[in-house]
């Protein structure tokens, strides 16, 4: 975010922040209506990764010396994995995409990558299944060391935190990332922002009504949802942040105190409410 309000501030008003004006060497850049293309955007990344090799040298700091890189140059179409790993691990990524391109349905992302050239939808459904994985492995691990879990959802997210060794470390094709989205035993998603996990199942899911998509609304998530589960460290986490809430109203107006007093307040009873119907593995689960 930083690096894009850089942008904002070097690109003149109503312009693009890469257009091909505003970044060639001239001394007054006025709004341009195309961006810069593939290739000018290759050389300025490479030129950048010398210019801050050579100022690390300069200054000593041999550590941070960006090293060739053995496949070659870096180009844009190298930034893909990186861009789909934010938007397969980040709640709302699809319809940030969706946005971007301009679509008012996120299931239509998925059909713009297909389309385009050398298009990310496979490595979308890979890091989707790998942050699947990675969300199971950890919910394994807390449960098996004795962490607890609470929620409608929790013996379901028990079950599927169960599998997680089986495939844990071996998502490497679109294939397998298929297989396992295609499991609806495994279709587990962590919302940290929401302090909760989403054990999901598209027939109780309340952030679906009339639309057919097959996977959660990470960003519509409502607490009375029959999905939801949530363990000790999301239990954690909602009452250190209603503390903070608590802190911060402190120091506010009345009408903005009293809005984030109630969400502290909401915070804090999640929390208890976990303590109070959490299950461990220990327990039954059928």
């Given at each position: 975010m930083r690096a894009i309000r850089?942008?904002?501030?070097?690109?003149?008003?109503?312009?693009?922040?890469?257009?091909?004006?505003?970044?060639?060497?001239?001394?007054?850049?006025?709004?341009?209506?195309?961006?810069?293309?593939?290739?000018?955007?290759?050389l300025r990344i490479e030129a950048f990764a010398t210019w801050a090799s050579n100022l690390a040298h300069r200054l000593g700091r041999e550590g941070e010396i960006i090293p060739d890189d053995p496949h070659g140059a870096i180009g844009l179409a190298r930034f893909r994995r990186t861009l789909a790993w934010h938007i397969a691990r980040r709640p709302g990524g699809l319809v940030a995409l969706a946005v971007q391109y301009g679509h008012l349905r996120t299931t239509m992302s998925a059909g713009?990558?297909?389309?385009?050239?050398?298009?990310?939808?496979?490595?979308?459904?890979?890091?989707?299944?790998?942050?699947?994985?990675?969300?199971?492995?950890?919910?394994?691990?807390?449960?098996?060391?004795?962490?607890?879990?609470?929620?409608?959802?929790?013996?379901r997210a028990i079950h599927a935190a169960a599998q997680a060794p089986t495939f844990a470390g071996s998502i490497r094709t679109h294939r397998q990332a298929?297989?396992?989205?295609?499991?609806?035993?495994?279709?587990?998603?962590?919302?940290?922002?929401?302090?909760?996990?989403?054990?999901?199942?598209?027939?109780?899911a309340l952030c679906h009504r009339l639309d057919i998509t097959d996977a959660p609304r990470l960003d519509r998530c409502q607490t009375s949802c029959a999905n939801i589960a949530r363990t000790d460290q999301l239990r954690?986490?909602?009452?250190?942040?209603?503390?903070?809430?608590?802190a911060a109203s402190e120091a506010l107006p009345g009408p903005l105190a009293d809005r984030l007093g109630r969400r502290?307040?909401?915070?804090?009873?999640?929390?208890?409410r976990h303590e109070h119907d959490r299950i461990t593995l220990q327990e039954p689960t059928s």
């Open positions: 850089v942008l904002e501030k070097i690109a003149p008003a109503h312009g693009l922040l890469f257009d091909t004006a505003t970044h060639t060497l001239v001394n007054a850049p006025r709004p341009s209506t195309a961006s810069l293309g593939y290739q000018g955007m290759r713009y990558a297909a389309r385009s050239r050398d298009g990310i939808h496979e490595l979308l459904d890979i890091e989707t299944a790998r942050a699947t994985a990675d969300t199971l492995t950890t919910l394994h691990d807390d449960i098996t060391d004795g962490a607890g879990i609470s929620g409608p959802a929790a013996r298929r297989d396992i989205l295609a499991n609806l035993a495994l279709t587990v998603y962590d919302n940290p922002r929401a302090f909760l996990m989403c054990i999901y199942n598209r027939d109780r954690q986490q909602a009452q250190a942040q209603a503390l903070e809430t608590q502290a307040e909401h915070l804090l009873g999640l929390a208890d």
